[in-house]
């Protein structure tokens, strides 16, 4: 489905911005950068409007991510389970910061703030897939998982 | 006959193992033609013991956890004979850690299928609404008002008042929004409510749109919550499918529909004036109240937004009447609070028991300490806005102001547990960091305040001017109390300012013996 549909198909919607760029997402990876004026000219609204939403949120990408994506979460409740060493550790194992893609991009690796795992912490997830109760041997294979 | 198995689907569960159990039990029943079923709940909430499985027998469900696919086998020889096993429970509704609960939220929860509306009702789903479609706005305001329920969702506003404001407000469009943006670490009952007993929620929020006559309803749920939005849109399906969505509900005169809509992943968007901006599809940029959104909400229209935990009490207040939740609780925290116990503790899960409850008994005796096996050193209460406690205020009854009275929260009700290996600087600049990555940005205190905060807690690290430091680092939390629009500016330095207290030794180096001149 092209953007121009994808768009058209959510534009009924009361304040659809949100909705839209997540589909956007959904098809393409990422919000590519053509598709902010086509939003804005379809919802009447400027252009700098919706610029505004999508770098407000996390979530939305302004280009692909790595072939896959592995979260760490790093909020509280992982912290004092032990999620700082095995942040660390996955930087070390794949050698990027949080926040970045390997220059293969094959991975890229974020934190998260919650997946709401909190008493089967430390978390995380790998496109899409959840996995709690991390220690090093579990963190290790799902970074080798992560870069194959 | 088929064996009934249940198995949770909850993503708790899930991410230790479920669906490796569900292949499993399907690959072994059929190489042994084993006729079963597995019926895919939610989660009890005793996720120290996920995955935790029942069968189904004339004595009641019996449990085994925790189950991975490598023992699948035995246990079903065990379901099958009902012989002995390892990891056999016995009686699920017998677990010691169930039963000194007070479920009246989560009762259904880890027991019901979640995508069955019949199930629902069997274990007295729809109940509350249809009473309230008989008794009409004014009662029903009444029955809410009186059960003394507070929002769950940290604020502790009355739900009754909230709702007669917008019942009584007048207007063309009126709306019910859920606040399902549960990003507190910490805490998880939003989630598992809506993954295990999505009805729930429905038949809350319906409840709302009948009292204060709105026709619309949102559930905003967090991005990072994937497994929650398909549990919803699976019933709402369900529940429009069937009547209880839609034109006329459940046959009366009064019509409801529900929408999801998803999160982007900006924390502030928890906020109800940010969440109704998001909603609005722009910034989550929080508003100034007044205006309420009981008065100007979305759209600019009357609007009742509670958390999922209010609307998922609603049904049990209306099916039995506001005295039964009442009774529960102390003081002004009336009826029971769904407890999370998180981090670094031994049993965490899902605890719902009345308020009055003590910081130490859940910690100790309820969560069994760490799992690390330590001396718990300081637990954090309400997530990243919460105080941390240390053990010398064990005492402090789970209740919305004894809390307040210690300069902490109760917030959404999730306590993640420390133990002795904590570093306190490192916790307190962690509050003002993720207060700065998540600020809106809109007041200046928060967008600015968060960022010195970090930079002086660094200053402090490094041993820099220490006192001077912690001075200004308690000014500045001062001003941000006070001067922030909303509570995340205005919270942040409850973590901040406690950890200082609290734990001050960590903050201010041990004094350094002289060494006498030679």
């Known amino acids: 489905m092209r953007g121009a549909d994808i768009i058209a198909e959510h534009s009924k919607q009361e304040g659809a911005t949100l909705v839209i760029l997540h589909a956007l997402q959904g098809a393409f990876g990422y919000v590519p950068e053509a598709a902010i004026p086509m939003v804005a000219q379809t919802l009447n609204l400027s252009r700098a409007e919706v610029h505004g939403v999508f770098t407000f949120y996390h979530d939305f990408r302004h280009k692909p991510a790595g072939r896959h994506v592995l979260k760490l979460c790093r909020a509280e409740a992982c912290q004092a389970a032990g999620g700082d060493a095995l942040a660390a550790r996955a930087e070390a194992k794949l050698g990027v910061s949080l926040g970045n893609t390997t220059a293969d991009d094959r991975v890229t690796l974020e934190p998260i703030y919650c997946l709401g795992l909190c008493a089967t912490a430390p978390s995380a997830m790998l496109d899409g897939r959840l996995i709690g109760r991390l220690d090093e041997k579990r963190i290790d294979a799902l970074v080798a998982e992560a870069q194959r | 006959m088929k064996m009934r198995i249940f198995v949770p689907r909850d993503a708790a569960a899930v991410a230790v193992g479920a669906d490796d159990v569900v292949r499993a039990l399907e690959r072994v029943a059929a190489q042994r033609d084993l006729p079963i079923e597995i019926v895919r709940t939610g989660s009890r909430g005793l996720c120290w013991l996920e995955p935790m499985i029942e069968v189904a027998t004339p004595g009641g469900r019996i449990a085994y956890s925790p189950v991975g696919p490598e023992d699948v086998a035995s246990v079903l020889d065990s379901m099958a004979s009902n012989g002995s096993h390892p990891l056999r429970l016995g009686a699920a509704d017998e677990i010691?850690?169930?039963?000194?609960?007070?479920?009246?939220?989560?009762?259904?929860?880890?027991?019901?299928?979640?995508?069955?509306?019949?199930?629902?009702?069997?274990?007295?789903?729809?109940?509350?609404?249809?009473?309230?479609?008989?008794?009409?706005?004014?009662?029903?305001?009444?029955?809410?008002?009186?059960?003394?329920?507070?929002?769950?969702?940290?604020?502790?506003?009355?739900?009754?008042?909230?709702?007669?404001?917008?019942?009584?407000?007048?207007?063309?469009?009126?709306?019910?929004?859920?606040?399902?943006?549960?990003?507190?670490?910490?805490?998880?009952?939003?989630?598992?409510?809506?993954?295990?007993?999505?009805?729930?929620?429905?038949?809350?929020?319906?409840?709302?749109?009948?009292?204060?006559?709105?026709?619309?309803?949102?559930?905003?749920?967090?991005?990072?919550?994937?497994?929650?939005?398909?549990?919803?849109?699976?019933?709402?399906?369900?529940?429009?499918?069937?009547?209880?969505?839609?034109?006329k509900i459940d046959g009366s005169t009064y019509s409801f529909d529900l929408e999801i809509r998803v999160g982007a992943g900006a924390y502030v968007?928890?906020?109800?004036?940010?969440?109704?901006?998001?909603?609005?599809?722009?910034?989550?940029?929080?508003?100034?109240?007044?205006?309420?959104?009981?008065?100007?909400?979305?759209?600019?229209?009357?609007?009742?937004?509670?958390?999922?935990?209010?609307?998922?009490?609603?049904?049990?207040?209306?099916?039995?009447?506001?005295?039964?939740?009442?009774?529960?609780?102390?003081?002004?925290?009336?009826?029971?609070?769904?407890?999370?116990?998180?981090?670094?503790?031994?049993?965490?899960?899902?605890?719902?028991?009345?308020?009055?409850?003590?910081?130490?008994?859940?910690?100790?005796?309820?969560?069994?300490?760490?799992?690390?096996?330590?001396?718990?050193?300081?637990?954090?209460?309400?997530?990243?806005?919460?105080?941390?406690?240390?053990?010398?205020?064990?005492?402090?009854?789970?209740?919305?102001?004894?809390?307040?009275?210690?300069?902490?929260?109760?917030?959404?009700?999730?306590?993640?547990?420390?133990?002795?290996?904590?570093?306190?600087?490192?916790?307190?600049?962690?509050?003002?960091?993720?207060?700065?990555?998540?600020?809106?940005?809109?007041?200046?205190?928060?967008?600015?305040?968060?960022?010195?905060?970090?930079?002086?807690?660094?200053?402090?690290?490094?041993?820099?001017?220490?006192?001077?430091?912690?001075?200004?680092?308690?000014?500045?939390?001062?001003?941000?109390?006070?001067?922030?629009?909303?509570?995340?500016?205005?919270?942040?330095?409850?973590?901040?300012?406690?950890?200082?207290?609290?734990?001050?030794?960590?903050?201010?180096?041990a004094p350094t013996t002289l060494q006498a001149a030679e």
């Open chain 2, 269 to 509: 968007c928890g906020e109800e004036t940010s969440l109704l901006e998001s909603l609005e599809g722009r910034r989550g940029l929080v508003r100034a109240k007044p205006p309420l959104p009981a008065h100007h909400g979305l759209f600019g229209r009357p609007t009742v937004i509670n958390n999922v935990l209010s609307f998922a009490a609603i049904p049990f207040i209306l099916a039995e009447g506001a005295k039964a939740y009442a009774d529960f609780g102390m003081g002004r925290s009336r009826g029971t609070m769904p407890i999370q116990l998180a981090g670094n503790i031994r049993q965490g899960g899902l605890f719902e028991t009345a308020f009055g409850v003590t910081l130490g008994e859940l910690v100790d005796d309820i969560g069994g300490g760490t799992f690390t096996g330590r001396p718990v050193r300081a637990v954090q209460v309400g997530g990243p806005l919460g105080a941390y406690f240390p053990r010398a205020l064990f005492d402090t009854p789970f209740d919305y102001e004894a809390f307040s009275a210690r300069d902490g929260l109760i917030g959404h009700g999730g306590i993640v547990v420390f133990d002795d290996s904590v570093d306190m600087r490192k916790q307190a600049r962690f509050a003002m960091e993720f207060c700065a990555v998540e600020s809106c940005g809109k007041c200046t205190p928060c967008r600015i305040g968060s960022t010195r905060g970090v930079e002086t807690i660094q200053k402090i690290m490094r041993g820099e001017r220490v006192s001077e430091n912690l001075a200004l680092v308690e000014d500045l939390c001062n001003t941000m109390k006070f001067g922030s629009l909303c509570a995340l500016g205005g919270f942040t330095p409850y973590p901040v300012l406690s950890a200082l207290k609290h734990f001050r030794e960590d903050f201010v180096p």
């Open chain 2, 96 to 247: 010691p850690w169930l039963k000194r609960q007070t479920r009246l939220t989560f009762a259904r929860c880890g027991v019901i299928d979640p995508r069955s509306l019949d199930d629902y009702r069997a274990h007295g789903g729809y109940k509350g609404l249809e009473r309230s479609l008989s008794l009409g706005s004014d009662a029903i305001l009444n029955e809410v008002t009186a059960s003394g329920l507070r929002g769950r969702g940290g604020a502790g506003f009355p739900t009754g008042i909230k709702w007669k404001t917008v019942a009584q407000a007048k207007a063309d469009r009126k709306f019910i929004v859920c606040n399902a943006d549960e990003g507190d670490s910490g805490t998880f009952a939003d989630r598992m409510i809506m993954e295990g007993d999505p009805f729930v929620v429905i038949e809350g929020m319906t409840t709302a749109g009948v009292t204060v006559g709105a026709t619309k309803g949102y559930i905003y749920i967090r991005s990072e919550y994937p497994h929650a939005v398909e549990a919803m849109n699976a019933a709402i399906t369900a529940a429009r499918r069937r009547g209880y969505l839609g034109d």
